[in-house]
């Protein structure tokens, strides 16, 4: 569960192409499933949870803030924008699921939603190995981020990014 986001709406709005009147409950179930599903796997519980407690407390060391604003939230904004491409097109509502589209603009069809979502998860991606450089050439700075001892059996340890490429390149 998510005790601190590591991203605000406001914030990703201003560093994404998303429109301002979206609504900020959307914009907040994406955060809080790219922190959860992306981020945490990323650092492990261990600096997730270092990261959540000084954010909650408001007490974020100078170290930790330049991991959260260089680091994790540009890797933050493109996964939102992966997660966020089926959610805003989507609507569940009590009858059905409805694709909602307005008199003003024509409707993105399903090839175009799956080469957004494909563009952003590169993106993302890129990002997301550019954070797990930053954190193994910085281990002194971050000794929480490969130590995951005392978490408990649900820690989870941090790892590599995986990358999807669309292409079988065989076992090595």
Do not use: H
Not at 8 to 35: F, G, H, R
Request: charged share 25%; aromatic share 12%.
């Amino acid at each position: 569960m998510v005790k601190a986001l590591f991203i605000d709406e406001e914030a990703l709005k201003a560093e994404s192409i998303l429109n301002d009147n979206i609504d900020p409950k959307y914009l907040k179930y994406a955060i809080k499933e790219v922190q959860s599903v992306f981020i945490l796997p990323l650092i492990g519980t261990a600096l997730n949870n270092e990261l959540e407690d000084q954010i909650d407390a408001a007490n974020v060391t100078p170290d930790n803030q330049v991991l959260l604003e260089e680091y994790i939230q540009p890797c933050m904004v493109k996964y939102s924008m992966y997660e966020l491409t089926t959610t805003l097109s989507y609507k569940f509502q009590n009858k059905n699921v409805a694709n909602k589209n307005s008199e003003n603009s024509s409707q993105a069809g399903l090839d175009d939603l799956r080469y957004l979502q494909n563009r952003f998860r590169e993106r993302a991606e890129w990002y997301a190995k550019r954070l797990a450089d930053f954190l193994c050439a910085n281990t002194t700075k971050y000794p929480k981020y490969k130590n995951q001892s005392g978490e408990g059996t649900d820690a989870i340890e941090a790892s590599e990014p995986n990358y999807n490429c669309g292409m079988y390149l065989g076992q090595y």
